[in-house]
């Protein structure tokens, strides 16, 4: 049988034209469903919940892709809000927190994407960056206006790690992110860096553990990059 993986859905408020009250919505995007179809696993989509009902989903799935969304409350990380944080939803990181310590208690697969990567560091005890603005070496545009398909940064990759031989030394990635890495999650190491050193993605793969994490978005850039293409394709390897 393939591998059955959980997709984190965001948890958004919508207001709906005739509907009297904001419309709460498990939504979340459609590419990363197709990726796991095509890489050959069988997507399902885990609405926000509780903490029990969430750690249930790691009994019912072979491995999980934490989605982008919202910024994680900073209170998760140990933090207050400052000026620049944008909207937060403390039920979903709390959903997300709880999912994800339970699929690393089961040694069970993890792929963070963007904000699945902030939410695996904040697991871990790391901290983020709340804006841009405030980590000072900032200097490319990561939060790119190009459409999402196209690269706009090459990072480079820890020579020996996972992820290298995975996809190699050096990746072409799209951007889309306001917050980023700073103090790093115990037992996390970082294995990518942008140009202007941001963290653009993390492994664990010791200790039983099968973590990793982009600051990208391969989800739009895998039916033109191969290289894109086998982070979902070794998920789901990394499933069965
Ligand atoms: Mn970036």
């Given at each position: 049988m393939k591998p059955i993986i959980g997709i984190t859905a965001d948890y958004i408020f919508e207001v709906k034209g005739n509907y009297p009250n904001p419309m709460p919505m498990d939504l979340v995007a459609g590419n990363i469903s197709i990726a796991v179809r095509q890489a050959g696993g069988i997507p399902i989509i885990l609405p926000t919940a509780p903490e029990e009902a969430a750690r249930s989903y790691a009994d019912i799935i072979d491995g999980l892709i934490l989605s982008g969304g919202y910024d994680v409350d900073p209170?998760?990380?140990?933090?207050?809000?400052?000026?620049?944080?944008?909207?937060?939803?403390?039920?979903?990181?709390?959903?997300?927190?709880?999912?994800?310590?339970?699929?690393?208690?089961?040694?069970?697969?993890?792929?963070?994407?963007?904000?699945?990567?902030?939410?695996?560091?904040?697991?871990?005890?790391?901290?983020?960056?709340?804006?841009?603005?405030?980590?000072?070496?900032?200097?490319?545009?990561h939060q790119?206006?190009?459409?999402?398909?196209?690269?706009?940064?090459?990072?480079?990759?820890?020579?020996?790690?996972?992820?290298?031989?995975?996809?190699?030394?050096?990746?072409?990635?799209?951007s889309l992110h306001h917050q980023l890495i700073n103090e790093v999650g115990e037992g996390l190491e970082v294995v990518s860096r942008a140009k202007d050193g941001a963290v653009e993605a993390v492994e664990c793969m010791e200790d039983g553990r099968s973590i990793l994490a982009v600051q990208w978005h391969p989800e739009d850039m895998f039916e033109t990059d191969e290289s894109q293409m086998r982070l979902f394709t070794d998920l789901i390897e990394r499933s069965k």
């Open positions: 209170s998760f990380y140990g933090q207050d809000t400052r000026a620049l944080t944008g909207i937060t939803c403390p039920e979903r990181d709390l959903s997300e927190l709880s999912l994800t310590d339970e699929m690393v208690k089961k040694n069970k697969p993890v792929l963070g994407i963007c904000r699945g990567l902030q939410i695996i560091n904040s697991l871990f005890k790391g901290t983020l960056h709340q804006d841009l603005s405030y980590y000072k070496d900032a200097y490319l545009k790119q206006e190009t459409p999402m398909k196209h690269a706009t940064q090459k990072v480079s990759i820890k020579a020996g790690s996972y992820l290298a031989d995975l996809i190699g030394e050096e990746a072409a990635i799209n």
